[in-house]
Protein backbone atom coordinates (compact mmCIF):
# COMPACT_ATOMS: atom_id res chain seq x y z
CA UNK A 1 0.00 0.00 0.00
CA UNK A 2 1.91 2.94 -1.44
CA UNK A 3 -0.27 5.75 -0.43
CA UNK A 4 -1.89 5.63 3.17
CA UNK A 5 -3.74 8.82 3.62
CA UNK A 6 -6.71 7.05 1.51
CA UNK A 7 -6.65 3.92 4.18
CA UNK A 8 -10.11 3.91 6.76
CA UNK A 9 -10.43 1.78 9.41
CA UNK A 10 -11.99 -0.91 8.68
CA UNK A 11 -15.15 -2.20 10.16
CA UNK A 12 -14.03 -6.08 11.36
CA UNK A 13 -11.44 -7.65 13.10
CA UNK A 14 -10.72 -9.65 10.10
CA UNK A 15 -10.45 -6.91 7.51
CA UNK A 16 -8.01 -4.88 9.66
CA UNK A 17 -5.77 -7.85 10.11
CA UNK A 18 -6.11 -8.02 6.37
CA UNK A 19 -4.76 -4.53 5.85
CA UNK A 20 -2.18 -4.20 8.08
CA UNK A 21 -0.81 -7.39 6.54
CA UNK A 22 -1.27 -5.50 3.68
CA UNK A 23 0.77 -2.32 5.20
CA UNK A 24 3.40 -4.37 7.11
CA UNK A 25 4.16 -7.08 4.92
CA UNK A 26 6.98 -9.88 6.14
CA UNK A 27 10.09 -8.53 4.06
CA UNK A 28 13.74 -8.79 4.60
CA UNK A 29 15.23 -5.43 5.44
CA UNK A 30 16.73 -3.18 2.55
CA UNK A 31 20.95 -3.53 2.91
CA UNK A 32 20.63 0.79 3.13
CA UNK A 33 18.35 0.64 6.29
CA UNK A 34 20.34 1.25 9.77
CA UNK A 35 19.59 -0.61 12.80
CA UNK A 36 17.19 1.76 14.01
CA UNK A 37 15.30 0.98 11.40
CA UNK A 38 15.56 -2.62 10.82
CA UNK A 39 14.46 -2.92 14.78
CA UNK A 40 11.44 -0.25 14.17
CA UNK A 41 10.16 -2.52 11.46
CA UNK A 42 10.66 -5.86 12.94
CA UNK A 43 8.48 -4.38 15.64
CA UNK A 44 5.11 -3.33 13.45
CA UNK A 45 5.75 -6.57 11.92
CA UNK A 46 5.99 -8.59 15.44
CA UNK A 47 2.48 -6.39 16.26
CA UNK A 48 0.73 -7.81 12.97
CA UNK A 49 1.91 -11.65 13.96
CA UNK A 50 0.65 -11.94 17.00
CA UNK A 51 -3.07 -10.35 15.62
CA UNK A 52 -2.61 -13.29 13.17
CA UNK A 53 -1.51 -15.66 16.38
CA UNK A 54 -5.03 -14.66 17.60
CA UNK A 55 -7.27 -14.60 14.96
CA UNK A 56 -5.71 -18.15 14.30
CA UNK A 57 -6.50 -19.62 17.73
CA UNK A 58 -10.19 -17.72 17.57
CA UNK A 59 -10.52 -19.49 13.93
CA UNK A 60 -9.45 -23.04 15.51
CA UNK A 61 -11.79 -22.21 18.24
CA UNK A 62 -14.72 -21.89 16.38
CA UNK A 63 -13.58 -24.84 14.66
CA UNK A 64 -13.47 -27.50 17.46
CA UNK A 65 -16.53 -25.76 19.15
CA UNK A 66 -18.82 -26.81 16.12
Do not use: C, H, W
Not at 1 to 6: K, P, Q, S
Not at 58 to 66: F, G, T
Request: charged share 40%; no cysteine; hydrophobic share 35%.
Amino acid sequence: MDNLEDVVLPTTVDDLIKMLNKVYPEKSPELSDDTKTIYFKAGQRDVVKFLNTLKERKDENVLRNK
